[in-house]
């Protein structure tokens, strides 16, 4: 009966040494979990640390900013201010090269208003022109018309005159041989 114990017990110190290392295995696995997280709840805290600090700052910078921003702003202002008086003054001050230089303008103007109705006029006369070619154009064809039907009245009437003349000349040459045949009965 001591054998059955014996393989009992056996079987109990193996089952035992089993469990023991995986306690061991456990707590290794435990461990490294653990410092994982320690690692990780560091990670967190450092980000949210340069998270904060990175805030700040962007909040500092963006001041910054708006006051140069509002400092350029009032700056050009002032330089707009200043150029829109300096340019007032030379308006009303110009020189004497200025002012014949805007005369001189003020005659290229004028002298362009009678380029410009000449231009027209000479325009509406090209237009008038191009109009009396076409109707002459048109008279041309109508007179070579008119001249050839004067030719072919022309022929028809010396050919209706030579057909009268023939007939007179016919009915003249029948008559003198009758008057012939008379005289020559009558001798």
């Known amino acids: 009966m001591a054998e059955p114990n014996q393989d009992y017990s056996r079987l109990v110190r193996e ?6 290392k995986q306690i061991e295995l456990f707590e290794k696995e435990n ?3 653990q410092f994982l997280c320690n690692e990780h709840n560091l990670a967190i805290k450092k980000l ?6 990175f805030e700040k700052t962007k ?4 001041k910054k900013f708006h006051q140069m921003k509002e400092e350029e702003i009032k700056k050009l202002k002032h330089e707009k201010r200043l150029f829109e008086q300096h340019r007032q003054q ?3 001050h110009r020189d004497k090269r200025e002012r014949e230089e ?4 003020k005659k290229t103007k004028d002298l362009k208003q009678p380029k410009t109705r000449w231009s027209t006029t000479i325009n509406r006369l090209k237009e008038r022109i191009e109009i009396l070619e076409y109707e002459n154009a048109e008279l041309k064809q109508e007179k070579e018309i008119i001249e ?5 009245l022309m022929h028809q009437l010396q050919t209706v005159s030579k057909q009268q003349q023939q007939q007179q000349l016919q009915e003249d040459t029948s008559s003198l ?9 009558l001798q």
Request: hydrophobic letters at 30%; aromatic letters at 0%.
């Open 15 to 20: 089952k035992a040494k089993e469990l023991e």
């Open 31 to 33: 461990a490294k979990l």
């Open 48 to 53: 949210k640390q340069d998270h904060d600090e």
């Open 59 to 62: 909040q500092k910078v963006m």
């Open 90 to 92: 030379l308006r009303n």
């Open 102 to 105: 805007i005369e001189t303008l």
């Open 148 to 152: 050839r039907k004067r030719l072919d």
């Open 177 to 185: 041989s009758m008057t012939r045949k008379s005289l020559v009965e």
